[in-house]
C-alpha cells in the first residue's frame, strides 16, 4: 500500500507558472514508478507526465511537452511536477498516481494507486 498527497495547486494568470509537489508514504518509494494525471470539469482523465522508479525516463503528453516538467527525489518521497507557461485549458484537477507493475507507464488502468487532487485554475 502507499498513500499518496498532492499540494502546490491554486490560481495563476496565463504565461505563470505552478510547482505539484506528491508526497508518498507506505511501502518503498523507489519500487513505484510515478505518474500525474488531470481531470477537467465533464472530461476524462487525462495522462500529463510520467517518470520511472529511477527518475531516468519521463514521458509526456503531447500537450504539456516543452512546458512541463516531471522529476522525483526518492530520498524525501516525493515526485514533482513543474509546470511553466501555463494556459487556461491546462484547468483542472491533478492527480497524481503510483503502479509497481510497470517501469512507465501512460494509462489510468495501469496504476494501483492515487491521491485526491489539486485543483490548478489558470486565468485568461
Known amino acids: 500500500q502507499v498513500q499518496l498527497v498532492e499540494s502546490g495547486g491554486g490560481l495563476v494568470q496565463a504565461g505563470g507558472s505552478l510547482r505539484l509537489s506528491c508526497a508518498a508514504s507506505?511501502?518503498?518509494?523507489?519500487?513505484?514508478?510515478m505518474g500525474w494525471f488531470r481531470q477537467a470539469p465533464g472530461k476524462e482523465r487525462e495522462f500529463v507526465a510520467g517518470?520511472?522508479?529511477?527518475?531516468?525516463?519521463?514521458v509526456y503528453a503531447d500537450s504539456v511537452k516543452g512546458r512541463f516538467t516531471i522529476s522525483r527525489d526518492n530520498a524525501k518521497n516525493t515526485v514533482y511536477l513543474q509546470m511553466n507557461n501555463l494556459k487556461p485549458e491546462d484547468t483542472a484537477v491533478y492527480h497524481c498516481?503510483?503502479?509497481?507493475?510497470?517501469?512507465?507507464?501512460?494509462?489510468?488502468?495501469?496504476?494501483?494507486?492515487w491521491g485526491q487532487g489539486t485543483q490548478v485554475t489558470v486565468s485568461s
Open positions: 517518470i520511472s522508479r529511477s527518475g531516468g525516463s519521463t
Open positions: 507506505g511501502r518503498t518509494f523507489s519500487t513505484y514508478a
Open positions: 498516481a503510483a503502479t509497481i507493475k510497470f517501469i512507465i507507464a501512460t494509462k489510468t488502468a495501469m496504476y494501483d494507486y
